[in-house]
């Protein structure tokens, strides 16, 4: 997994530009995840302390929200669809195929620390079901063999 420390520097601008408001904290936590792809327990402390908050209250916020993550996520953010519309029309076997593919589970992060795979119920796009989400691109009729295909283009 990912042992490296954060760039406090890289941190610290984040929060700078926010001047300690503590009504921005959804905001700044986003900002951390989108630098850093988590929200590391050096960060959740800084923005703690900068925005004079409680840390319970930075982590309750962070373990709420999905868009937020207190473990490393991977370079690129693999969703795939399993509700109604996509599970009927072959889902659960292109989720299959990604696991099998990335040597994960659904909720877990690929040594390289190349790719996190999620599990969604809903991507709104049910009428090109089986979809699929990497990062801010989305994918649809799927097959277990073109899911992945695409999958080896972001290698």
Wanted: with cysteine; hydrophobic share 40%.
């Amino acid at each position: 997994m990912m042992n490296e420390t954060i760039d406090m520097n890289r941190l610290n601008r984040i929060m700078d530009s926010y001047q300690e408001q503590e009504g921005a904290l959804i905001q700044i936590l986003l900002d951390v995840q989108q630098e850093f792809r988590w929200i590391s327990p050096e960060a959740a402390k800084l923005v703690s302390e900068r925005v004079n908050i409680p840390i319970t209250q930075v982590y309750r916020v962070a373990s709420f929200y999905k868009a937020l993550s207190l473990t490393p996520r991977g370079e690129h953010l693999v969703k795939i669809c399993l509700g109604t519309a996509c599970h009927v029309r072959g889902g659960v076997r292109v989720m299959g195929k990604v696991k099998r593919m990335m040597g994960i589970e659904a909720g877990g992060t690929t040594e390289d620390m190349k790719f996190t795979l999620e599990r969604v119920n809903c991507l709104g796009c049910c009428a090109l079901g089986p979809m699929m989400t990497i990062d801010d691109k989305s994918y649809g009729k799927l097959s277990p063999e073109k899911a992945a295909g695409i999958i080896k283009n972001y290698e």
